[in-house]
């Protein structure tokens, strides 16, 4: 069992910066790919970014591709989402999540074991 706890989502202008944060407990997250999502409101949950367990191979939605970088420590048991150059249309809950098969990365939800709560990013312009 792994639980997932997102931190660093707020409010930022539009071309600012954040970097989230995604907590995991289990000593088994180093073995398991992550995916961050986001959802805005009136629309469905979509892919940000992915990563697999060793953090050799990544992927990233078109919308983000050049703007967002993910990463993760397995010492730390924690992966990171750095998001530059904000738009607007970022604005969204943040979704971190965990695939027990770690080795690829994944695009649909569908994929993915467990989940943290979110977190809101809100961009202004």
């Known amino acids: 069992q792994v639980q997932l706890v997102e931190s660093g989502g707020g409010l930022v202008q539009a071309g600012g910066s954040l970097r989230l944060s995604c907590a995991a407990s289990?000593?088994?997250?180093?073995?398991?790919?992550m995916g961050w999502f986001r959802q805005a409101p009136g629309k469905e949950r979509e892919f940000v970014a992915g990563i697999n367990w060793s953090g050799s191979s990544t992927l990233y939605a078109d919308s983000v591709k050049g703007r967002f970088t993910i990463s993760r420590d397995n010492v730390k048991n924690t992966g990171y989402l750095q998001m530059n150059g904000l738009k607007p249309e970022d604005t969204a809950v943040y979704y971190c999540?965990?695939?027990?098969?770690?080795?690829?990365?994944?695009?649909?939800?569908?994929?993915?074991?467990?989940w943290g709560q979110g977190t809101q990013v809100t961009v202004s312009s």
């Open positions: 999540a965990a695939d027990r098969g770690g080795s690829g990365v994944y695009l649909t939800s569908r994929r993915y074991d467990y």
């Open positions: 289990g000593r088994t997250f180093s073995s398991y790919a």
